[in-house]
């Protein structure tokens, strides 16, 4: 075993709260996510979920794939069903158990959003996690306000004509107390985001950017090489703000090229020359700004 | 103790005697004062439990499907576009089999805007597998919403509590307040053995598969039409522990009646003395008030029923393309019978419009023509 690796097994807790024979496909991000999240939370936890790839992934009627309670709600309320869970558990007397909403891009950026906002205005005690794919892909792969410019779905045949949400603003102007952005190739940062998240008091949110193979066409073997080529592009920097203070978790300088992260995948294979330009000028323009930050 | 409160008062009052753990609310006309009532109560510390002030009423149905689902007591009031934005998550609550208590203070939906009373958006919900109590006074809101947890919980079905828009949710009345202790006796705390619990893991709400899903959708309507017993099983307590009785319809001079008005809601309480004046010029009239419209009392409209005496439904609400809702529910229940009488429509107090002594008895003596023509009549007052 090599050093690395040694260290990794220290750092991630072995204690599995994901089962095999889920139903996601191929090299699904999310289940990566899934799995890696539980790890820092334990198991005194639970979920809502609302409609998204998880409502199937967690498995059928009395077949589930995860060792903590999931209660299913609808696609519009996945933060405030949260709260509900929270406020009924501490009017039995737990107080520990830490909820968690976990939705996709299109329950959190769209139809959501509302929902969201009360909780994170009301600095409901809950972690709230968006599994960003960029697109509808439960439904299969129409645009939502997560999808970036240039992005083919079934909705945007040419290329989405407008730019990604920026959904980290609009949270944060909600002064939560804990933010972060996480992806599963970094699975150390990933577990200790979600372990610092359980112990937090009010308003968390983390948002994970998470590849899919058939939405972004691309082999499911590539999962992981685009989780971090999106970190190393510096197309989705990880960081965190804890009640206001910002921390950058691995550096922007040097990045490599966003060419290397849009090569592959069938979803920017319309792109323009122009096109892969502006977007690396976007990126290195958000990276300065952060860097300043 | 005997207190002078509005409707909506007397529906706060009830959820705070009820010892409700979370209460989620978002404010609307003319439902609001239910939600501030639950605010001044919760700060003199006659309410204990969580408030969670809302962003929207989809939102305010959320949280009662999480704090329910997490064995919490659970309680919200709302009317109007706020029951309708509330759709989705009624049928969610009640496939769920969470016994969440809700007070709908009746108004009409728009458009065009419109603040006042009818029926139309509880009426709206009548599939969503809420059971339906429609009361005529402010003392029967606060009962019934006390009746309605435990109904509830037994039964594990939610419950609407309706009462008109204005007429009770913002006129005083004398109401008899019981004592926490007394309420305690009859409504002991709610024990959920399913609530969600992490030493617990398992799944709520997970796809079901079409024959589960049947069995599951067969249960809940099994246990609607049980309803009609529950409900009367927990009047006899109530009325055993505190002396007001309510069944699920209220006849009223009904023995030798020539033609019988049915309606719900306070225009019943009009309805009682449009029956009076009738009788006082000699004509044999009755009443009938539709209390409990989910489940609704088949058999016992059946029971009121003679070959001969029509019946004049006085619908607060319709079905555009197929009319008075009531109408059609009671032509339903009763059509059956082998020698089933005629059933009339009228349609009116629709927005608020007054259903008063006249307009009630203009229509008793219509129907009791027993003309057997057209089915459904729009009616206005004629003031």
């Known amino acids: 075993m090599s050093e690395t690796a040694r260290a990794a097994k220290k750092s991630i807790p072995e204690p599995e709260l994901m089962s095999a024979g889920h139903t996601a496909c191929q090299g699904c991000a999310a289940t ?20 998204c790839c998880w409502t199937v992934l967690a498995g059928a009627s009395k077949r589930t794939s995860l060792s903590v309670p999931v209660l299913h709600a609808p696609f519009a309320g996945a933060a405030a069903t ?11 007397g737990d107080d520990s158990t830490t909820v968690v909403a976990w939705a996709g891009d299109g329950g959190t950026f769209d139809i959501g959003l509302q929902s969201l906002s009360g909780a994170a205005d009301r600095n409901e005690d809950i972690l709230y996690v968006c599994y960003d794919n960029e697109a509808y892909m439960n439904t299969g792969i129409q645009r939502s306000g997560g999808t970036p410019r240039g992005a083919w779905t079934m909705t945007t045949p040419e290329g989405a004509d407008r730019p990604k949400k920026d959904l980290d603003a609009i949270v944060e102007a909600h002064h939560p107390r804990y933010f972060a952005t996480a992806t599963p190739a970094f699975a150390e940062d990933l577990v200790r985001k979600f372990k610092k998240a359980r112990e937090v008091k009010g308003f968390r949110f983390i948002r994970i950017l998470s590849p899919c193979p058939p939405g ?14 999106a970190v190393q592009t510096g197309l989705f920097p990880l960081y965190e703000v804890e009640d206001g203070n910002f921390r950058l978790n691995r550096a922007l300088t040097p990045r490599r090229p966003v060419s290397e992260y849009l090569a592959g995948q069938g979803r920017y294979r319309g792109l323009s020359a122009d096109s892969v330009a502006r977007i690396q000028a976007e990126i290195d323009a958000r990276c300065a700004g952060l860097e300043k930050r | 103790m005997r207190k002078v409160l509005t409707g909506n008062q007397a529906a706060a009052w009830a959820a705070a005697l009820a010892s409700v753990d979370v209460v989620a609310a978002y404010p609307i006309t003319p439902a609001t004062q239910v939600c501030e009532t639950l605010a001044e109560l919760q700060a003199s510390g006659h309410y204990k439990g969580r408030y969670v002030k809302v962003e929207s009423e989809h939102s305010a149905m959320s949280a009662l499907l999480g704090a329910a689902s997490a064995g919490a007591r659970t309680f919200t009031a709302t009317s109007s576009q706020g029951l309708a934005y509330m759709h989705e998550m009624l049928h969610w609550v009640s496939g769920a089999r969470l016994p969440i208590v809700m007070v709908d203070v009746n108004r009409a939906l728009a458009a065009p805007w419109n603040l006042w009373s009818d029926q139309s958006d509880s009426l709206s919900q009548r599939d969503t597998g809420w059971l339906q109590f429609y009361c ?17 919980e037994r039964l594990r079905l939610p419950s609407m509590v309706i009462m008109d828009g204005f007429t009770l949710s913002h006129t005083y009345e004398p109401v008899d307040v019981p004592g926490a202790e007394e309420v305690a006796r009859f409504l002991p705390p709610w024990r959920e053995p399913s609530a969600l619990d992490p030493k617990r893991p398992a799944a709520y709400g997970a796809l079901a598969l079409p024959k589960e899903f049947t069995r599951l959708r067969r249960r809940l309507e099994n246990d609607m039409q049980r309803a009609l017993e529950t409900i009367l099983e927990i009047s006899s307590e109530f009325e055993e522990a505190f002396g007001r009785s309510y069944g699920l319809i209220e006849p ?3 023995g030798d009646a020539e033609a019988l008005l049915f309606c719900a809601g306070a225009a019943a309480s009009t309805m009682q003395e449009a029956v009076d004046a009738l009788r006082a010029r000699g004509k044999a009239a009755g009443g009938v008030r539709l209390r409990v419209a989910r489940p609704f009392p088949t058999y016992s409209v059946r029971a009121l029923s003679r070959p001969g005496v029509p019946w004049a439904v006085v619908d607060r609400a319709f079905s555009p393309g197929s009319g008075g809702v009531f109408r059609q529910e009671l032509e339903a229940a009763l059509y059956p019978l082998s020698r089933h009488p005629s059933v009339r429509g009228y349609i009116a107090g629709l927005g608020g419009a007054d259903v008063t002594v006249e307009l009630l008895s203009e229509i008793w003596e219509d129907a009791v023509l027993d003309r057997k023509d057209s089915t459904e009549a729009w009616m206005e007052d004629a003031r």
């Open chain 2, 252 to 254: 009223y001079r009904v």
């Open chain 1, 216 to 229: 972004w066409k691309y082999d499911p073997e590539a999962t992981v090489r685009y989780s971090r080529l």
């Open chain 1, 32 to 51: 990566l996510s899934m799995r890696y999240a539980l790890k820092g939370l334990g198991s005194e936890t639970i979920l809502v979920i609302p409609a």
């Open chain 2, 136 to 152: 005529a006074s402010n003392q029967e809101v606060l009962d019934t919403t006390l009746m309605a947890f435990k109904i509830s």
């Open chain 1, 82 to 92: 949260a709260c509900g869970v929270k406020h009924g558990l501490v009017s039995r």
